[in-house]
């Protein structure tokens, strides 16, 4: 599905799988008429967030070398292995924002799909992302509009498959959704 790509470059003091850094690019994409963002290619300096990115949403995330630098207005990322650096210079006027988020990924299982909310204090930021001349993600290079966020907040709810329809309320009462499918080829 044509559209902007986004660029991410994350570094989370606290969370459920602890500190970490990552670095993603989501593109847009579509499940029947769900449209969303599929992250296509993610790096995560943690094997727990790794793994709980796979399991839980299909992310596919692989560990990197990643290092982060933060000074007076800019943040800078870099994936040393690939030879990536995503610097950030924001500015001082920041405003609060929550943004919903929908993530279409596939998982060994099939097709799946996660809902959720960011909120945080965002900067309207420009960034700078180089990239080796030889690496696939050479798009990517260059000056681009953004906007760094203090504070994120992420609120992700579980994913589940993309082909069971979401329940729609009727009369302000849900329906219940239907039974998923045994899946008789699932691998563990």
């Given at each position: 599905m044509p559209g902007p790509a986004v660029v991410v470059a994350e570094s989370y003091t606290r969370s459920p799988a602890g500190p970490y850094l990552?670095?993603?690019?989501?593109?847009?994409?579509?499940?029947?008429?769900r449209v969303g963002l599929c992250?296509?290619?993610?790096?995560?300096?943690?094997?727990?967030?790794?793994?709980?990115?796979?399991q839980g949403w299909?992310?596919?995330?692989?560990?990197?070398?990643?290092?982060?630098?933060s000074r007076a207005g800019e943040r800078e990322l870099v994936w040393l292995e690939r030879g990536i650096s995503i610097v950030g210079r924001s500015h001082r006027l920041a405003w609060p924002a929550?943004?919903?988020?929908?993530?279409?990924?596939?998982?060994?299982?099939?097709?799946?799909?996660?809902?959720?909310?960011?909120?945080?204090?965002?900067?309207?930021a420009h960034v700078e992302i180089s990239v080796d001349d030889e690496d696939p993600l050479i798009w990517l290079a260059g000056r681009h509009a953004g906007a760094?966020?203090?504070?994120?907040?992420?609120?992700?709810?579980?994913?589940?498959?993309a082909d069971v329809p979401l329940p729609v309320p009727i009369l302000g009462r849900p329906q219940a959704a239907p039974p998923v499918p045994a899946e008789s080829s699932a691998q563990t």
């Open positions: 990552a670095f993603a690019v989501a593109e847009p994409a579509r499940h029947g008429g992250f296509t290619t993610v790096a995560v300096n943690s094997p727990e967030v790794r793994v709980a990115g796979r299909g992310i596919p995330a692989e560990l990197g070398n990643l290092g982060w630098s929550i943004v919903p988020m929908r993530s279409l990924q596939h998982r060994d299982d099939g097709p799946v799909v996660a809902g959720g909310w960011l909120w945080g204090l965002v900067h309207r760094s966020v203090s504070g994120l907040r992420v609120l992700m709810r579980p994913a589940r498959h």
